[in-house]
């Protein structure tokens, strides 16, 4: 397997220049006795000669014209360096980095790793006290900078790297106007590893992009759709059914659930083949998001979400929209034959090949079938069985020039979201309760109570 080796050669005025860049490339290559990959990371462009008036890149020439194997990181910033550097190494596939570098810099190039990298990379480092010059000589090596002074300039590196597209969002037409809201794809951001790129919106130490680079992606977003980016809050998935009523208590460490009845406050749920839920109630101005995979879904956490706009803000079922994002049809999606049983008993729409040894499974039908039975109106709920309105239902795993997927993608995979607000002037005018209990010609006229509504539903086979 092949290595690779990062060298720091931020001497401004180093001079013995040209022996300096010599031994340590000497060094690195008489460590390994397998492939090898090295990166000579040099200062800015303004430091590009030493103090003899020697040109670094005709040295480069000189010494390592017949290597391959040796590239040269000396662009405007260190910051482009080190993420130029980062796309040679997810090119290659690979997780551990060695780093020659001084005792004095090493706290600098971890700033820029903790920017730039996650924990799905390894960096050994091999430093001395100064990497000195043959003969003795000391270089002249600069400071290493702030850590903030790190953190601005890779901020501004990011914001002014161009997107991959255009960023686009899907918005339902059961959702009133009173509310904001939209489900990205995966197009308009800067994430460049192929199951992520581009719009990739979330950051884990199990994939390759750093949270300052989702962050890039998450403004950029929120510049299209209208948000201040640290408003937004995105559950924190536990494929379960906890909901966080916020405004009523803390945080919780992790839940699949928010709701809330504060204005101005973006409330988020991620999706890769698992649904994106937003809830919203016109009548008593309350939002919802949820996360649902399989296990959330036979957890219930949608109705779980419904439930807690009831409780904690006097929501009633019947004034609830509920509208399912991109997520992964039963035309992509299996399971073991004991799962898909789960589901089965639900309905046995739900699971159309039981016979087979993986059947496919409709976590979306199943999701509709248990709002309903809780009071949901069918009429509420936006899904792919709706077919005279604009889909937003479609399938995560079908589409991949418009999704991410965990399903088609593997574990490096990227998260597209739903997220949803409400104004914070409270200016727009909401349906009445009364327009929200009699749906149309197929509802019979419905009585709210404290508890729920009496309704002929017309997808009552599945009440």
Known sequence: MSEVFIIDLIHCRCPQHSSCVERQVKSVTGRSDVGFQIYLLFGPHGQRCNANGENKMYLLETFFSQKTNVHVLDYTTVTESWYRFKLAVDQLDLRTVRVFTSKKRRPMFEAYIEQLFTEVYTFEYITSNDLPCPGHVQCDSPLAPPVSEVREEVRS?????????????????FISDCFSHGFTTRTGGISSISTLSSLNLFSSSRRRDPMTLVAENIRRLAQKAGFYPRRLHLVKVNHSSDVWVMGKEDEPHDYDGIVTNQRGVVIAAPGADCMPLLFTDPVARVIGVAHAGWKGTLMGVAMATVNAMVMGFGSRACDVTVVIGPSVGACCFTLEREQAADFYSIHPDCVPDMAETRPHVNIRLATRILLQREGVLPERIHDDTVTDRPSVTLCTSCHPEA????????????????????????????????????????LAISVCGKVACNIKAVHSRYD
């Open 157 to 173: 590196f990011l914001q002014q790297l161009p997107a991959k597209g255009d960023v686009t969002i899907l918005r339902s037409t």
């Open 403 to 442: 999704f991410f997927s965990h399903v088609r993608d593997g574990l490096n995979f990227g998260t597209q979201i739903g997220f949803l607000w409400m104004d914070e002037t409270g200016t727009t005018d909401c349906f009445s309760s009364s327009e929200h209990c009699i749906l149309n010609a197929h």
